[in-house]
């Protein structure tokens, strides 16, 4: 497991002009998220997630917050860099099956429509082409327009396909 990656840590600008400050996620994350979660609407939840969770459950906190660096990484967005809270967050992490890694993006509501969403997404595809990936996957709902809209102004070239009842599988070449 790679150690903390402090490389990644900076801040952006938003389209409305607001800074946020973007570092990896660390172990100690996990009631950070829990808070965000509890902060997004039913509806963001449902698209993030492809179900209505109600709870981010332990297991799932733990995977998010417990990432080598490498195979899998997490990118945060605070207010604040030396505290919470999360206001967005993007993923990898490597799926066996599909022999690349798996890509999800999630910005709380009153953050959405500003670019995190976007910067989030080109930044964490940055780092895993750094660790030797060059295709990316992502299981979208066909509902989530944000999302699409933001793989295709990300510049990347990519494919849609249907995947599993209500949903596209999105696959990025980086």
Do not use: C
């Not at 509806?43 to 997630?49: A, G």
């Amino acid at each position: 497991m790679e150690l903390y990656p402090s490389r990644y840590e900076e801040w952006v600008d938003l389209r409305n002009g607001d800074k946020v400050f973007l570092r990896p996620v660390k172990e100690t994350d996990g009631p950070l998220l829990v808070e965000m979660f509890e902060e997004m609407s039913l509806s963001s939840v449902r698209l993030r997630f492809l179900s209505p969770l109600h709870h981010l459950p332990e297991q799932m906190v733990y995977r998010f917050t417990h990432v080598d660096y490498r195979k899998d990484f997490g990118l945060a967005a605070f207010i604040d860099e030396n505290s919470g809270p999360i206001i967005g967050v993007a993923r990898y992490a490597y799926d066996p099956q599909r022999e690349m890694p798996e890509l999800a993006v999630a910005v709380r509501d009153d953050w959405q429509g500003n670019g995190l969403g976007s910067i989030l997404l080109i930044r964490v595809i940055k780092v895993g082409r750094e660790h030797g990936y060059s295709r990316f996957g992502a299981v979208v709902d066909t509902q989530n327009r944000t999302m699409m809209n933001i793989f295709k102004r990300s510049g990347y070239d990519h494919k849609i396909s249907s995947g599993e009842q209500g949903t596209y599988f999105i696959e990025i070449q980086g």
